[in-house]
């Protein structure tokens, strides 16, 4: 049964740091490109940061671009999402998802975490 586990949002004040983390199961992880979503409240679920199977490609939306970072251990079959220079306007649910093609439709999808910046 394939699980993606996200972890490691909450509160942080505007200007500071979060380590997200999604565990994944029940598929091979090095095959597939991993992805964080975001999506806040009244708006649709966005495109945060992409990153290949093996990490060699990786993509960012712009208005992400130089605060936040993604990388990826296969060997522990888990991807992350360092975020930095929060902004409140990086309020949302971060998902996890991942997909057979780097930079087409998932295929599996985490159940979010909540980051919310606020002071």
């Known amino acids: 049964q394939v699980h993606l586990a996200e972890s490691g949002g909450g509160l942080v004040q505007p200007g500071g740091s979060l380590r997200l983390s999604c565990v994944a199961s029940?598929?091979?992880?090095?095959?597939?490109?991993m992805s964080w979503y975001r999506q806040a409240p009244g708006k649709e679920r966005e495109l945060v940061a992409s990153?290949?199977?093996?990490?060699?490609?990786?993509k960012y939306a712009d208005s992400v671009k130089g605060r936040f970072t993604i990388s990826r251990d296969n060997a522990k079959k888990t991807v992350f999402l360092q975020i930095s220079s929060l902004k409140p306007e990086d309020t949302a649910v971060y998902y996890c998802?991942?997909?057979?093609?780097?930079?087409?439709?998932?295929?599996?999808w985490g159940q979010g975490t909540q980051v919310t910046v606020s002071s």
């Open positions: 998802a991942a997909g057979i093609v780097y930079l087409w439709k998932p295929e599996y």
């Open positions: 029940g598929f091979t992880f090095s095959t597939y490109a």
């Open positions: 990153i290949s199977n093996a990490g060699a490609s990786i």
